[in-house]
């Protein structure tokens, strides 16, 4: 067999008006991971925010449930060509989270229980299209699809919603994160097809 | 944690045979993280993923990362110390005199 080949399955091209170039759609919501899937305790479960001075913000699981929630519907779009449309989502918006927090950065590394990370531009997680979500569909949010949180950036790939997400490092200088330093594209932009470096 | 949704680094075989002549198999890695040494074949590999990830089953840390675009592919291997690789003198490259 060829090496994985999402890029290069042979599917055709999507034709559907509300999907990005390249992608099919999906009904049922496929599980991928790098590795064991982390199991955290609710009780031990906390969120930081780190400052490019080191300054931490951080948020037990009582106090984010005490912030207030926002209820997405997004659609989702995998890297690995499958995209699901009109998920419903319960978080907290990372405009809650930022605020007043008093940072120059341009950018943020999303770190995650179990070692993940990835990286993002700060300002795409304001505008109200960014979360750190605990529920899916109307329950608990399964650890097979993150839980209990995970980001939440559905105007990119979703490699960028970092599942099990532990918190956020606010930085100065972009830093490419796990699969952005194996090859993947540094910003991953669906509707522009920017899967890989360099597309 | 736990997890089995992981196959075994033989699978890695094929995949790697695209870009080297080394029986993966055959190889025995070090781990990086937890320096337990055994043979590629024991990794724990990731494959629904956007890339495979060959983990360590002592410790899970990455020691492989393979992604392939359509015309390119990329090959981590910093997880790994060394790839001990069986190469007698009657084949591959001799000794350095």
Same mark, same amino acid.
């Given at each position: 067999m060829g090496i994985v080949s999402p890029g290069f399955q042979g599917r055709p091209r999507s034709s559907a008006p509300d999907l990005p170039p390249g992608q099919y759609l999906t009904e049922d919501f496929p599980v991928l991971s790098a590795g064991p899937t982390p199991r955290v305790p609710l009780d031990t479960w906390e969120f930081v925010l780190t400052d490019e001075t080191g300054a931490e913000y951080r948020w037990s699981w009582d106090e984010l449930m005490g912030l207030p929630q926002d209820t997405p519907t997004v659609d989702l779009h995998c890297v690995t060509r499958w995209s699901k449309l009109g998920t419903t989502w319960q978080g907290v918006s990372l405009d809650t989270l930022l605020d007043g927090v +008093? @940072? !120059?950065a341009r950018y943020a590394l999303a770190h995650s229980y179990g070692g993940y990370t990835t990286n993002l531009p700060l300002d795409d997680l304001r505008g109200g299209r960014a979360w750190v /979500? $605990? @529920?899916? +569909?109307? !329950? %608990?949010? %399964?650890? =097979? $699809?993150?839980?209990?949180? &995970?980001l939440l950036v559905p105007h990119l790939y979703l490699w960028k919603s970092a599942k099990w997400v532990h918190?956020? &490092?606010?930085? /100065? +200088? +972009? &830093? %490419?994160?796990?699969? =952005? @330093?194996a090859g993947y594209h540094d910003y991953g932009d669906p509707w522009r097809e920017q899967r890989y470096q360099g597309d | 944690m736990t997890d089995m949704s992981y196959l075994d680094g033989n699978m890695l075989d094929g995949p790697l045979r695209e870009l080297f002549a080394v029986d993966l198999s055959s190889t025995t890695g070090r781990c990086d993280n937890c320096g337990t040494t055994g043979p590629m074949a024991g990794l724990h590999v990731y494959s629904h993923a956007p890339g495979l990830i060959g983990r360590c089953p002592a410790c899970t840390g990455v020691m492989v990362r393979l992604v392939r675009a359509p015309e390119r592919a990329w090959l981590d291997l910093r997880g790994t110390t060394y790839l001990q690789v069986p190469m007698p003198l009657d084949r591959g490259l001799a000794l350095p005199r």
């Open positions: +008093d @940072t !120059g /979500v $605990h @529920t899916y +569909d109307g !329950g %608990p949010l %399964p650890a =097979e $699809h993150g839980g209990p949180a &995970r918190g956020l &490092r606010l930085l /100065v +200088d +972009d &830093r %490419p994160g796990f699969w =952005e @330093t | -």
